[in-house]
C-alpha cells in the first residue's frame, strides 16, 4: 500500500517538474517579476494608493483605470521615476497633487512595479521588461 | 473549618463577578485631591485633561475647546504633504467616521503639524478631497509652539522638527480617545486596521457610559 502511494507520488512529482519545465522562460520572469513588484509597491506605492489599489478619496488616484494605464504604458516609467504633478484625469475625475519622485529606482525595480501594476487590481497587461524602462525614460516629457 | 473554606470561596467568587461592565482605563498623569466633606476628608483622583486650546479650522473659523464640549473625540497629528503614515492614518480615520457619520455625540479632530505651509486654505482643500463637507471632522492650524506643545503634553503623542527625515517632519501615528471630560481614555496605532477596530469597540463602549448615566 506504501509503496502504491510512493508510486503515485514519484509520478505526480515528476508531472509537476514537467509542467514546470514547461513554462517559458518568459512566464518565469514575469512571475518574479510580479512577486518584487508587490513588494516594491507595498513599501513605495501603498500608503497613498493602498494595498488594493483603490487609492484615497480625492487625494490619491486609484490604479484600477485600465483604460489610462493602456494608452500611458510608455509613460509610466517617467511617473515613477520623476514624479507626477497634476491634473491628471482618471476614471473620469480630476486629480491634482503631486506623486513624489522616486529617482534611487533601478530599471529593474520600476519594470516590477510596473509589471505588478498593470497585472493587478483588474488590470492584465502582461509582462513588461527591464529593458523597456530605459526606452521609455528616454522619451520623458518633463 | 469547612464553612470557613466554603465562605472564602464563595467570596471570592461573588468578587470576580461583581467587576461589571468594562470600563475604559484613564491615561497619563494622575493626582489626589482632598476636600473636607461633613467633617471627613475624602480624596479625589484627578486625573489629565485636554489644556483648554483654539486652533483655526479648514474654514478659517476659529474654534476651542468648548466645540468639542459634549462629545467623545478622536484627536491625531498629521500633515497634508505627508506620504508616508497619513494616507494610511486617514484612509482609517474616514472608516471611523462612516461608522460615526451624523451622530453629534463624536468628533474628530486632526492637528497639522506642518504649522508653516498648512494654512486653512490647505486644509480646506485636504478635506475637500477627502470628501469631508461638514464640521464633524475638523483639521485645525495652530502655531507651532501651541501645536507642539499640545501633541507632546497633552495627547502624549511625539511630533517635531528633523531636517533629516525625507519630509523634515516626524510624528506618531496614534489616534487618541477623548471623553466628554477632557480625559484620555485610548490611543491606537492609526495605521494598524485591528487597532482601529480596537478603537470603535472601545467607542462604543465610551458611549454606552454615558448612556447609563
Known amino acids: 500500500m506504501s509503496k502504491n502511494k510512493f508510486g503515485i507520488f514519484s509520478i505526480l512529482s515528476l508531472i ?13 520572469t514575469y512571475a518574479r517579476y510580479y512577486t518584487a513588484g508587490k513588494q516594491l509597491y507595498e513599501n513605495k506605492c501603498a500608503n497613498c494608493h493602498g494595498n488594493d489599489g483603490a487609492g484615497l478619496a480625492m487625494l490619491y488616484p486609484p490604479l484600477t483605470d485600465s483604460t489610462f494605464l493602456k494608452q500611458n504604458k510608455t509613460k509610466l516609467a517617467c511617473y515613477i521615476k520623476n514624479g507626477l504633478q497634476g491634473p491628471i484625469q482618471i476614471s473620469g475625475k480630476n486629480y491634482e497633487g503631486i506623486m513624489p519622485a522616486q529617482a534611487t529606482l533601478s530599471d529593474i525595480e520600476i519594470a516590477e512595479i510596473i509589471t505588478f501594476i498593470t497585472n493587478s487590481f483588474g488590470n492584465k497587461q502582461g509582462f513588461y521588461p527591464y529593458q523597456q524602462v530605459g526606452a521609455d525614460l528616454q522619451n520623458c516629457s518633463n | 473549618m469547612k464553612y470557613l473554606i466554603y465562605i472564602l470561596l464563595a467570596t471570592g467568587l461573588i468578587q470576580a463577578c461583581s467587576n461589571g461592565p468594562k470600563t475604559l482605563p484613564f491615561l497619563g498623569e494622575r493626582s489626589t485631591k482632598d476636600t473636607l466633606i461633613n467633617g471627613k476628608t475624602v480624596t479625589d483622583t484627578i486625573y489629565q485633561t485636554i489644556a483648554p486650546f483654539r486652533y483655526y479650522n ?8 468648548t466645540d468639542y464640549d459634549g462629545s467623545i473625540y478622536v484627536a491625531d497629528f498629521f500633515f497634508t504633504s505627508c506620504n ?32 508653516k505651509y498648512d494654512l486653512p486654505n490647505r486644509l480646506k482643500k485636504y478635506a475637500d478631497k477627502l470628501g469631508i463637507r461638514d464640521n464633524q471632522w475638523q483639521f485645525v492650524h495652530g502655531s507651532r509652539d501651541s501645536i507642539y506643545d499640545i501633541s507632546a503634553k497633552n495627547y502624549l503623542v511625539a511630533a517635531y522638527e528633523d531636517g533629516a527625515a525625507p519630509q523634515g517632519l516626524v510624528h506618531q501615528g496614534w489616534f487618541v480617545l477623548i471623553d466628554k471630560e477632557k480625559r484620555i481614555r485610548g490611543a491606537y496605532d492609526g495605521t494598524k486596521t485591528d487597532q482601529v477596530a480596537q478603537l470603535m469597540s472601545d467607542m462604543d463602549l465610551l458611549l454606552q457610559e454615558y448612556e447609563q448615566k
Open chain 1, 16 to 28: 509537476g517538474i514537467f509542467f514546470y519545465a514547461c513554462q517559458s522562460e518568459e512566464e518565469i
Open chain 2, 58 to 65: 479648514q474654514d478659517s473659523v476659529l474654534i476651542s475647546n
Open chain 2, 84 to 115: 508616508t503614515i497619513c494616507p494610511i492614518m486617514h484612509r482609517n480615520m474616514l472608516t471611523v467616521l462612516d461608522k460615526y457619520k451624523g451622530n453629534e455625540h463624536v468628533k474628530f479632530l486632526s492637528h497639522s503639524i506642518d504649522t
